[in-house]
């Protein structure tokens, strides 16, 4: 703490955690966590901006918890909390609801995707404005960094916009932050269709690998991998399957891309796609071990998440404090 500067970083308990999220996102909040003064959120408010099972929500959340945990953030470090334990959250968003244009909301990616998979009469608002959330949860911390998948690149921008907006309007009060987006693997494709995110909340189950998968459904969501019929191991934009098992293989052995292509020289893609199940499976497999023993110990994540809220409340409160001031409402 003290000088350090601060990260904020947040993952919805939409589902269990793919690989993308893992390797886009998690793998680097672990890195970050001696020299900056973090704080990693399970963002179960963002989670019901789209119709979320109630007991699905509960066990979603834990999961998520344990899976941070398990992939090595540690709660002695970094700061760990559930969204909806700092009320500070909602009522910033709130704030920032009614700074936000229509039309810059309207203009969100993340959003249209989303919302063209509804039913256009029963788009929920929450949707809409799901990212002035995700503003609020960045800049309650004041943090100088938000460690995010390439797919979050234009929620940061309305980060800097509504921040810089904010302080020119009532007074410098929010740190404008800055995108921290790893570029190797800064986006994990699906593995059924290699133009898309691979997402958690994707229908079809063989478009992701979720860190809690099985060896064999590991081995088997691979071999079903769509690539090409090119039939050569190459790393190019004409073979996207290929290049994201290349991008995937090359994240967690370390390998460059050129080193893994001139490994495979000659090679089909069936041996490939085995040896990049068993690269994610060799990474997986301690990390899986560690879910399961912490999910069998409630009672340690309600004492991290418990904490961490008191922690996230104390610092969350005080830029709220400030911000209720500068916009005119009259302090209790
Ligand atoms: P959902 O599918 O429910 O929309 P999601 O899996 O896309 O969710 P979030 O929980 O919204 O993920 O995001 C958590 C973090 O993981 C974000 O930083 C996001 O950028 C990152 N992330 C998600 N998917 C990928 C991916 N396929 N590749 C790289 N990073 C990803
Ligand atoms: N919107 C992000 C999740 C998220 C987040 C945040 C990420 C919510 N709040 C704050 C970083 C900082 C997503 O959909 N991936």
Not at 63 to 81: H, Q, R
Request: proline share 4%.
């Amino acid at each position: 703490m003290g000088d350090k500067k601060v990260i904020f970083s947040g993952m919805q308990p939409s589902g269990a955690l793919t690989l993308g999220n893992y390797l886009g996102a998690l793998k680097n909040w672990v890195k970050l966590q001696d020299e900056y003064d973090c704080y990693y959120c399970v963002v179960d408010m963002h989670a019901i901006t789209v119709p979320k099972e109630p007991k699905d929500l509960r066990r979603n959340t834990l999961e998520v918890l344990a899976n941070y945990i398990a992939s090595g953030i540690d709660p002695e470090k970094s700061t760990l909390f559930i969204q909806s334990h700092v009320s500070a959250h909602a009522e910033l968003g709130w704030v920032l609801n009614s700074l936000s244009y229509y039309g810059e909301l309207s203009r969100m990616t993340q959003f249209k995707d989303k919302s063209k998979r509804l039913d256009s009469n029963s788009i929920p608002a929450g949707l809409f404005v799901y990212p002035t959330l995700m503003v609020a949860d960045i800049l309650l911390y004041q943090a100088d960094l938000v460690p995010v998948g390439e797919d979050q690149r234009q929620h940061l921008e309305l980060t800097r916009d509504l921040a810089a907006r904010f302080n020119n309007r009532f007074s410098e009060t929010f740190k404008v932050p800055d995108a921290y987006i790893s570029s190797e693997g800064a986006k994990i494709m699906s593995l059924q269709d290699p133009q898309s995110k691979m997402s958690k909340s994707d229908s079809n189950e063989n478009a992701y690998i979720l860190l809690v998968d099985s060896h064999d459904a590991i081995r088997r969501k691979f071999k079903r991998a769509v690539t090409d019929s090119m039939g050569v191991v190459s790393y190019n934009d004409e073979q996207p399957g290929v290049k994201n098992l290349i991008n995937i293989y090359s994240k967690i052995s370390g390998k460059t891309s050129e080193t893994i292509v001139s490994e495979y020289e000659g090679k089909g893609y069936a041996q490939f796609k085995d040896d990049v199940a068993e690269v994610v499976f060799g990474e997986l497999k301690p990390i899986q071990e560690k879910i399961n023993y912490l999910l069998k110990n409630k009672d340690y994540l309600e004492k991290i998440y418990l904490l961490g809220a008191e922690k996230a409340e104390y610092v969350a409160r005080k830029t709220l404090r400030k911000v209720y001031k500068k916009i005119g409402f009259i302090p209790r």
